[in-house]
């Protein structure tokens, strides 16, 4: 590999790839491509990483093709993370999400054709929300896309751009589809550390509808792992090709949020329940026979265990997530009307 360009390396999933990334390929130059939005932060990513030669970091947009552009020039391995990522909020303001996620997308996959001599590897992170509520269980990757908000849609328009783009320039894309994810440095926003914060601050934990909601919960190293696998996979098992990564369980909301209460050790702990999320997925179980066949990946880290860490990460790193909380809900208009704090 000769330097690969991370986007979206300041956010979640992004700042733990870095990590992993950089201790597993200390020799490889990294390019972070990453426009700070309200969920993206530098300082997810150590002083250390900031001072290591290896690592530039680049503050620009994904829609801007001239900086894209120059930054593949030196490069010959994209990932691409960046976008806006959080359901309510898609609900709340959509527009954002189709520009991001749709366009900034159709950037990257252009500048990767525009560069195709150089670019030998392009992953696109892309998500099970494509695949709207399991029609079957455990979802393969031929389950039927049927997105169910607007996120969703831009994610779905992203992915089937990339598809398209693989099939008729024949650029070396992957498609990635991680399942919930969860783990330290998620934005206060997302359901586990909105869970996890709310039991440590002994403050309502809010669930969406009755908490029978139910999602393949994937601790983020393993994601990580996964797509490292990716990264050395050989080319011709891979390109081309979609690949779920997921556990294979699934738990609903309502368990996460027991869960949670158990290892804060506090059955005092307020419970509120408000009106159900439009657009709601009523289940998510991922096959994770794909993944192990091409990547010889399999998630590692069980719910219990990936919660502890979370929690105990989360209880550590506090100044991390206190100017988060004004962030933590949303308001949505419901179909009738109705204004819910979600
Ligand atoms: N978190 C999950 O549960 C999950 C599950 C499946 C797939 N995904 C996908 O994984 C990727 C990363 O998710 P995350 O949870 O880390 O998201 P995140 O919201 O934590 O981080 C997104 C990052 O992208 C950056 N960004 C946003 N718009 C940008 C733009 N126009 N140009 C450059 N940078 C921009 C943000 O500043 C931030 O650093 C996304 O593509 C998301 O759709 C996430």
């Not at 079957?136 to 849609?153: F, I, K, Q, V």
Request: contains cysteine; glycine residues 8%; charged residues 20%.
């Amino acid at each position: 590999m000769n330097g690969i360009l991370i986007t979206g390396g300041a956010g979640f999933i992004g700042s733990n790839f870095v990590r992993a990334f950089m201790r597993r390929y200390p020799k490889v130059d990294v390019h972070v491509l990453d426009a700070l939005t309200y969920a993206g932060n530098p300082a997810n990513l150590s002083p250390e990483i900031h001072e290591n030669p290896r690592f530039h970091f680049w503050y620009g947009n994904v829609c801007n093709p001239g900086i894209v552009g120059d930054l593949m020039e030196q490069v010959d391995t994209v990932i691409h993370f960046a976008a806006e990522s959080h359901v309510a909020r898609s609900i709340y303001d959509n527009a954002v999400f189709f520009q991001t996620d749709v366009l900034g997308t159709q950037v990257i996959a252009n500048q990767v054709l525009r560069h195709r001599k150089r670019i030998k590897r392009f992953i696109h992170i892309s998500t099970s929300e494509v695949y709207g509520t399991a029609l079957s269980e455990p979802m393969t990757e031929e389950h039927p896309l049927d997105p169910l908000t607007p996120y969703a849609a831009a994610k779905c328009g992203a992915d089937r751009l990339v598809y398209s783009y693989i099939r008729t320039y024949g650029i070396p894309a992957v498609i990635i589809r991680p399942f919930n994810q969860y783990g330290p440095y998620q934005h206060l926003e997302k359901c586990v550390p909105r869970f996890v914060t709310s039991a440590l601050d002994s403050t309502p934990i809010t669930i969406h509808g009755d908490g029978s909601a139910a999602r393949d919960w994937c601790y983020v190293s393993d994601t990580c792992e996964a797509l490292m696998a990716t990264l050395e996979a050989p080319l011709d098992c891979v390109v081309g090709e979609v690949i779920n990564i997921g556990t294979g369980v699934a738990a609903d909301v309502g368990t996460i949020a027991r869960k949670v209460i158990d290892l804060k050790g506090d059955q005092m702990q307020p419970v509120t329940h408000v009106e159900d999320r439009p657009g709601q997925v009523d289940l998510h179980i991922s096959s994770t026979e794909k993944a192990q066949r091409l990547l010889g990946w399999k998630a590692a880290t069980d719910l219990d265990t990936g919660l502890e860490r979370t929690m105990n990460w989360y209880a550590d790193n506090e100044h991390w997530w206190r100017g988060q909380e004004w962030m933590k809900h949303v308001q949505l208009t419901l179909v009738n009307g109705q204004k819910v704090l979600h």
